[in-house]
């Protein structure tokens, strides 16, 4: 088990001079001997003012400071909640060489893993999914009573290639805040972002090709590629900044690349955020080779600190970047809605979808463009940001302190999955089994790779509420991993 000590964390504060320091400091004490634990509510700003005998813009200020020091989180309307004392925790990047390109095989395993997902009874630690109950789900459907209303003939009608062109505009609309100009006839829409990512694969690619990756790789990508019988390239990635543009650039050099597939905004697993300038470096990399850049920019909007970060379409001049997303992780996974912005692919993937989904439905498409007109988004994915970012870190911070000793995790800035090194003794393989009899999900690390790496690794989302049970399951899952580490 571990503890605060065994980080090195002092709770001997400086003696502060003025009162909005003393409380700030008071509360940092109370903080880090855990009187005021991870997740738990603190008293209203007028309550603290009362007990302190203090004045309201005192307590205001004494917050603002444990709240640059990441000890507490402002969630709207609801108050300060406290995330804890920070502990320094990092995972290790495996060594990988640059090796050769290689045919996908994906384990059965995924399969158990995906329909884990569909069974209730489970706590949903493995695939990444949001509690329902997040989703504007009221507001949705009222929309799509409005729509069927207005036009009750609509439903029996197809929505061909490239899609509505209501629903694009929003698209292109949101696209152009971020420094991406994508006209609306410049963009598909499609059921979701996994046919965003089929379809631009195949029309970059034929079967026996070879996709540089990065790796670890969300194992959804890697089944996809194996059924397009692609080969891949896997790239050793950075936990904080992605992919190493020099080994990019040998195996640009090296190899018979087809095309390149990269999340540079928050990654799954690892929660990477390339900067500007390495983006801006990779979309020019690409091009200088004449050889397509695919992105996968679904957790984008999901941004903790609560700027969306750029798409790599925005430094797009040539057509060459294909940016596959959807709103399934921040509005509506049922309405199966996402969209693609193919460059100078256009003509082929408009082919290539209606040989075979015809278009994406127009009922959705249609719901989605009202909602996305309307102010209730922002606020929405607003709450969403907190929500995701708070729990991220409350489970790391609980990960780190139940979980066998050497325990590490990652510290992503944005989306709502967390990659965990365990200590190289314990088996997450295993572990997925023993947790799964006890009726808790996860991904081991072994379905990220198609080269069996990451045995000692372990994917858990967070997009579930904190509630017991969560917190119940997470020990066990901790008490498991304890057990497997202390017979190996």
Not at 239 to 247: A, C, F, H, K, W
Request: net charge positive.
């Amino acid at each position: 088990m571990q503890n605060p000590e065994s980080h090195g964390i002092q709770f001997r504060l400086p003696m502060p001079s003025k009162k909005y320091e003393q409380l700030a400091a008071e509360l940092e004490l109370r903080i880090s001997t855990h009187q005021v634990k991870p997740g738990e509510r603190l008293s209203s700003v007028r309550e603290l003012g009362r007990m302190k005998q203090v004045g309201v813009n005192t307590v205001v200020r004494a917050l603002e400071i444990l709240e640059d020091k990441g000890l507490i989180v402002s969630k709207p309307q609801s108050g300060f909640y406290v995330l804890g004392p920070r502990v320094a925790s990092s995972v290790t990047q495996p060594r990988m060489r640059l090796s050769l390109p290689r045919e996908v095989d994906v384990p059965a395993l995924v399969s158990t893993v995906f329909e884990s997902a569909r069974h209730r009874e489970l706590l949903p630690l493995g695939a990444a999914c949001l509690s329902p109950e997040l989703y504007p789900c009221e507001s949705l459907n009222r929309i799509t009573r409005r729509v069927v209303r207005e036009q009750p003939r609509l439903v029996g009608s197809y929505e061909l290639p490239p899609g509505n062109f209501e629903y694009l505009r929003q698209v292109s609309r949101r696209l152009e805040k971020f420094g991406a100009f994508v006209a609306p006839s410049e963009l598909v829409a499609t059921h979701g972002t996994m046919e965003s990512l089929g379809l631009a694969l195949r029309a970059t690619c034929a079967p026996g090709d070879t996709v540089l990756i990065e790796s670890p790789q969300y194992f959804g990508i890697l089944q996809a590629l194996q059924q397009l019988r692609l080969k891949v390239l896997e790239l050793p990635t950075h936990p904080i900044d992605g992919v190493s543009l020099e080994q990019v650039e040998q195996a640009l050099e090296r190899h018979d690349i087809a095309a390149g597939l990269f999340t540079p905004n928050f990654s799954n697993p690892l929660g990477a955020l390339m900067s500007d300038a390495k983006k801006a470096a990779l979309v020019e990399l690409f091009a200088r080779y004449a050889r397509p850049l695919i992105e996968d920019d679904i957790y984008a909007d999901l941004s903790f600190q609560g700027l969306r970060p750029r798409p790599l379409k925005a430094w797009d001049a040539q057509g060459n970047v294909l940016t596959c997303a959807s709103f399934s992780k921040t509005v509506s996974p049922g309405l199966k809605v996402g969209w693609l912005a193919p460059g100078r692919h256009m003509e082929k993937v408009k082919a290539l979808q209606l040989a075979s989904t015809m278009g994406c439905g127009s009922l959705s498409q249609q719901v989605m463009a009202r909602y996305l007109a309307s102010k209730e988004y922002e606020r929405n994915l607003a709450e969403l940001r907190l929500h995701c970012s708070v729990q991220v870190e409350r489970i790391s911070r609980h990960v780190l302190a139940h979980f066998p000793e050497g325990t590490r995790t990652t510290t992503p800035q944005g989306g709502f999955v967390l990659w965990v090194e365990l200590p190289r003794r314990v088996d997450s393989v295993e572990l997925y089994r023993r947790a799964l009899e006890e009726g808790i999900s996860t991904s081991p690390g072994t379905l990220f790779s198609t080269r069996e790496r990451y045995r000692h690794y372990l994917r858990i989302n967070c997009g579930n509420r904190w509630t017991p049970t969560l917190e119940q399951g997470l020990l066990r899952l901790a008490r498991l991993a304890t057990v497997l580490h202390r017979a190996s």
